[in-house]
C-alpha cells in the first residue's frame, strides 16, 4: 500500500524557516515526480514545488527563491526548506506523488494527510 508521511511542520514567526520532510512507502518512487501543495483554511489546494524524477525542479512564484524542494531517492523521501515565513504562509501543507509534475492539484494521484504550518506575525 502505497503511503506518504509529511513531518516537520509547526509554529514559527515570520522570518523563521521550517524543513518540512515527506517518506514515500509501499514501492519505489524514483520514476515519479513528488511534490508540495498547501491549503489555508477557506482555499483551495495550491501548488507549491514539485521535484521531477528527471531532477529538475518546479516552482510557484510566490515562493520562488524563499522555498527549495530537494529529494533524497535513496530513502523515496522529498523535502521542501521553507525560508523568510511570512503569516500567509500558514496552511496545511501536502505531499504528493504523480508520474509527471504539475501544478494543478486534480492532476496528482497520491497524497499525504498533511502537517500544518503556522506563521505568526
Known amino acids: 500500500q502505497v503511503q506518504l508521511v509529511e513531518s516537520g511542520g509547526g509554529l514559527v514567526q515570520a522570518g523563521g524557516s521550517l524543513r518540512l520532510s515527506c517518506v514515500a512507502s509501499g514501492r519505489t518512487f524514483s520514476n515519479y515526480a513528488m511534490g508540495w501543495f498547501r491549503q489555508a483554511p477557506g482555499k483551495e489546494r495550491e501548488f507549491e514545488a514539485a521535484?521531477?524524477?528527471?531532477?529538475?525542479?518546479l516552482y510557484a512564484d510566490s515562493v520562488k527563491g524563499r522555498f527549495t524542494i530537494s529529494r533524497d531517492y535513496a530513502k523515496n523521501t522529498v523535502y521542501l526548506q521553507m525560508n523568510s515565513l511570512k503569516p500567509e504562509d500558514t496552511a496545511v501543507y501536502y505531499c504528493?506523488?504523480?508520474?509527471?509534475?504539475?501544478?494543478?492539484?486534480?492532476?496528482?494521484?497520491?497524497w499525504g494527510r498533511g502537517t500544518q504550518v503556522t506563521v505568526s506575525s
Open positions: 521535484y521531477r524524477w528527471t531532477g529538475g525542479t
Open positions: 504528493a506523488v504523480n508520474a509527471a509534475a504539475a501544478t494543478m492539484a486534480e492532476a496528482w494521484k497520491t
